[in-house]
């Protein structure tokens, strides 16, 4: 069940200089998110921005939820400069969210490039018995978040840049795709967020090595509730909507 | 008082009439939802009691399925959006099979849009959707691509508008609503074509041709390259639209194009329209309906106004 | 670097070419402005430079002074605005006499903007204008009512306009603008039909028809009841017509439509446009047109692009 | 000389329910607005709204210029959110202001009418030698703004209320209109401001007693320089624009 509410800011905290770490609290009761569904955002009244905007559950705290997001365009601008008190509208939770029923949980692998790091903080406070594994990718150090995060939850984060800052240098996949040919096994359970080309190689890797991998697209969206058919995706089942039989795709139905 | 019935009482005395009438059906109140904003009526269902609705009008059908066009399909613009849906549906079919039975729950008109890519095409679906048992009305789509004369549109040459409207007409004796493209010289003269051609009533505006580019990659934002640009930016091209279109015919005319709050509406009434639809304001917020019909109700409480019929077409000019 | 010369040298090489042509007259820039958004210039030179723009549009002339509509004229509408000005102006002559001497001391490029009640006063009108010393080229408004025949616009019937346009022609050596009305169900076909009649170049879009409502008053909201629409709200629809009118006409195309910045300017010429016209967004800042201008050039010194020959027309397709 | 500048804000006062008192630091140095002028207030980057609003000069101060606005709708309302420290562009000043050098400097009447009576605090700054007379009109006593400020330079303003909540019951021009016929003289120098129907039935009462008055009218703008000539009013010669001949007309000259 998902609702339309007013929810109160919190917080909103600069993490860097275009990231924030937003803390709703609900007016009303709603159903607790699940890692991997998201909200639909209103910034302000104005019709200029006009649609809501959707951003995933980073986490749930006492009394709300998170939003971690990045200052891209009009209305993540907006909501940066929004204070503790004032209030915006929100539609949510929505979408499907992670399976968290994965059998093979002896390997259980997250992988976040850039912003796909958002909903992999709510994933890892799920399912942190099972000791996963975090590779994460981002394109300079200073972009890097919630490092101390992931290590409170006990996982220690693998990292790699583009520019080679910190970690590794290279892609995240890179990194990932060597931890794994060197692992000698294939029996892993892999989630994963980030960039379209970031999935769409992670894919390619996955069906090669016979590997499902869970991960979480991005496409525009208007309505966010499965009527306006704007956000599909192509699958081996023809075109679905990513607000409604996703965000969460198995690796092995999406066609890039 | 009570709320969404239509007709409101204070004491023994009827207060506010909501109800209007298109053609042969009476709706209880003038707020639809404008197709392929509201899918078929169930996602809405989780939000607001879609049974005050005065009609819900559901996602465009087509005899046969169809999967539409690529992602991406829509973008923001200032004020509006840009859609390349591409008129994906499941079919009639499969629509009176799974989706009709849930809106025949509802105490609510049901309107069916559909279209096709041929005249044959158009008339077999009227012909299916008639049959079909809980549909009030049909609102035939004209803005589509025509695949027997070159892929122009049925709505914007009068002759194919009139050929296509006639022969649906002869295949349903359910209520005829025609949606007219804004993308024509005169919409006055569409209207006029419509009548004649035995349409119930009219509905206005369809979402205007319109285009972005990502100065990035330079490529159209649209994987279809053009779209149909909808929202609060094109009412007032919507506005003057039923406005003439109120002034040529005398058959209903349905009202539509950017109206988000109650204000908007009101503005399409006092302009001619019989009804109106919620289109793109339904994913400005999914209460947008509710929010409309609300202060349709509590505007015309405030200015002492009885009916719908008082409000319709009074705009004061000179 | 030189700013606004429209030729920029990083050492001894040439770096970004920022001029274009627009049939026989090349301007240093792709910034125009766009009639009617900023009077005769004079105005705007308080806040700067107006020699530094690719060329100054004047507000529409006529033969006669005309004094335009009754007051309400404009009225803001969701990222828009509607007006109903009614072309008035100062006429031709007080334009040459009073006008035109401050322009000319300007490096710029002067565009003319002008319209007749009948073919007649178009012809007289381009015939005083052309004679006039400082002139560069004239740009023929369409979207006004015939007087001759039942006040229907010039702009929306093609034989007509084949006739107004041809007429013009005759009477003039100036390079010739034709400004084409969206109001039309196919504006590639206007084009067509003012490329056939001897334009040097079209212009696009003038104002979509609008009209919006004061629900309280039930009164329109001009006093004109319909006025245009332009601002950014349009900009969709504008980039789709200069799209469809770069890819059917040989002749340089000039787009406008809610630029207010140069990531609109941009989307345009990618689209197709030769040049570009800043119009509302003058009254969103009276820079607008500066920021739209130096924008263009810092994204072409981003995007490593040396000339706007390289960037018109670039939109990728599949 | 009027200038295209960015504005601190320095206060934005509530003065009732919709009423704000809003002190503006323009960042470059620009003219001194003269009483009757204006400013055009961008409230935001959004493009709905989208034009920039026109509001009088109420008073000019250290550093800066104040306006009084009340909240009627989008700009205004946005406006009313602001902060000090936020800011704001802003272009002007703009018009021709009240003309200060009129002859008959005896019987000098302000009338203002509701929100006419931001541009007279400027004006009564100005010309408070003159000890002139103030005639202000409001709805009711919680509309009337400034009483104090006017008593600080020795204006006592003459009430009148719509509803008799304070002064007196009626109409600012009937106050006016009994004062003037009852003082038997025609050498008065009337400037207004207010609602269209009050300037227009002072219009006509000045015509029948042969008194000149100076009234700032309002128009909806768009450029607010002269170039869109959407602002225009009727007077004996031809259309004007309220935005550069104006705002202050002479009654004598405006047709209604
Ligand atoms: C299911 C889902 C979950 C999301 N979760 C998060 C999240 O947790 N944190 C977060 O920061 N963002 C998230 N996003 C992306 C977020 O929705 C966009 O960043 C936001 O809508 C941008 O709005 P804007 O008005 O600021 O930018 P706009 O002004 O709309 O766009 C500015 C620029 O950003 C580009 N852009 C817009 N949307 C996206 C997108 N989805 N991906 C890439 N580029 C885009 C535009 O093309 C444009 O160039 C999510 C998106 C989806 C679909
Ligand atoms: C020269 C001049 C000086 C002005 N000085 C002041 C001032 O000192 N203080 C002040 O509070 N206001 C002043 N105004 C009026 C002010 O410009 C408007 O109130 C403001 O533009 C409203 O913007 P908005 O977006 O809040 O309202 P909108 O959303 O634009 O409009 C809301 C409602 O208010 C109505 N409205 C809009 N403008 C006006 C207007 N000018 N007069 C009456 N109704 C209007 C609209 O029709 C609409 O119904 C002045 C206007 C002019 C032309
Ligand atoms: C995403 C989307 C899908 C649409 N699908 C249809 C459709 O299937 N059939 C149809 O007749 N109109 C369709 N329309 C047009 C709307 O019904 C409506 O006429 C138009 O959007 C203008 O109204 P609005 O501005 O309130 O959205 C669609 C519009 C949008 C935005
Ligand atoms: C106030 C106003 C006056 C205008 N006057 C004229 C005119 O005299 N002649 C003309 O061809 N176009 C005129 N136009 C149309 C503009 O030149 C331009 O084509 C249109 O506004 C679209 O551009 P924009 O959205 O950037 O404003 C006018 C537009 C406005 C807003
Ligand atoms: S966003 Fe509308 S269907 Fe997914
Ligand atoms: S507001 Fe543009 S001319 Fe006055």
């Not at chain 1, 790091?117 to 200073?142: C, S």
């Not at chain 2, 947008?288 to 719908?308: C, F, P, Q, R």
């Amino acid at each position: 069940m998902s609702e339309i509410f007013r929810a109160k800011i919190k917080e909103n905290r600069p993490l860097t200089n275009h990231h924030y770490l937003l803390t709703l609290h609900p007016l009303i009761n709603i159903a607790l998110p699940n890692p991997g569904q998201f909200f639909m955002l209103s910034v302000d009244e104005s019709l200029d921005p006009l649609l809501k905007r959707p951003f995933s559950v980073h986490r749930t705290v006492e009394g709300g939820f998170q939003i971690l997001y990045r200052v891209v365009g009009k209305a993540t601008k907006i909501l940066s400069a929004k204070s503790p008190g004032d209030e915006i509208e929100a539609l949510g939770p929505l979408g499907n969210g992670f399976p968290l029923n994965i059998s093979n949980s002896e390997n259980v692998i997250l992988t976040a490039g850039g912003m796909g790091i958002a909903p992999m903080l709510a994933l890892a406070d799920k399912i942190a018995g099972l000791k996963p594994l975090l590779f994460y990718g981002a394109r300079t150090a200073g972009e890097l978040l919630c490092l101390d995060d992931f290590r409170d939850s006990g996982i220690e984060p693998i990292i790699s840049t583009d520019d080679g800052t910190c970690g590794r240098k290279g892609s995240v996949i890179d990194s990932l795709e060597s931890y794994i040919s060197s692992a000698g096994s294939n029996n892993f359970g892999l989630y994963a967020c980030g960039p379209k080309p970031m999935l769409s190689s992670l894919s390619k890797f996955c069906a090669k090595h016979e590997i499902t991998a869970y991960m979480a697209l991005e496409e525009s969206m208007a309505c966010g509730i499965g009527t306006c058919l704007g956000c599909v995706v192509k699958t081996n089942e023809g075109y679905k909507r990513v607000c409604k039989e996703g965000p969460v795709f198995s690796s092995r139905e999406i066609i890039w | 008082m009570q709320r969404g019935a239509g007709l409101f009482f204070k004491g023994d005395n009827l207060v506010i009439d909501l109800s209007v009438s298109i053609g042969k059906i009476k709706l209880k109140n003038p707020v639809m939802t404008a197709s392929g904003t509201f899918g078929y009526g169930d996602e809405f269902a989780e939000y607001f009691d879609i049974g005050r609705l005065g009609a819900v009008v559901v996602k465009g059908l087509s005899l046969k399925p169809k999967q539409g066009n690529p992602p991406p399909r829509i973008v923001e613009t200032p004020a509006g959006m840009l859609n390349s849906i591409g008129l994906q549906n499941i079919g009639a079919e499969k629509f009176i099979n799974e989706k009709l039975p849930f809106l025949r729950k509802h105490d609510t008109t049901v309107v069916v849009n559909f279209f096709g890519d041929t005249i044959e095409e158009y008339v077999e679906a009227a012909e299916i959707l008639s049959s079909a048992d809980g549909i009030h009305a049909l609102e035939m789509n004209i803005s589509c691509p025509n695949k027997e004369e070159g892929w122009s549109i049925f709505g914007t040459d009068p002759k194919v508008t009139a050929k296509v409207v006639n022969a649906v007409r002869k295949s349903t004796s359910l209520n005829l609503i025609v949606k007219l493209s804004p993308n024509v010289t005169d919409i006055a003269q569409m209207a006029k074509v419509a009548e004649d051609a035995g349409a119930d009533a009219v509905s206005l505006i369809n979402t205007i041709t319109g285009m972005a580019v990502d100065i990035k990659t330079r490529r159209p934002r649209l994987a279809n390259i053009k779209g149909g640009l909808s929202g609060p930016a094109i009412r007032p091209v919507a506005v003057r639209m039923v406005w003439e279109c109120y002034n040529a015919v005398k058959i209903p005319v349905i009202g539509m194009g950017g109206i988000v709050t109650a204000d908007d509406a009101v503005e399409f009434i006092i302009a001619g329209a019989s009804a109106i639809a919620v289109g793109t304001g339904n994913f400005v917020t999914p209460l947008a309906s509710m929010n409309v019909l609300e202060g349709i109700e509590k505007y015309m409480s405030d200015e002492g106004i009885n009916s719908i019929d008082e409000l319709r077409g009074s705009l004061i000019c000179g």
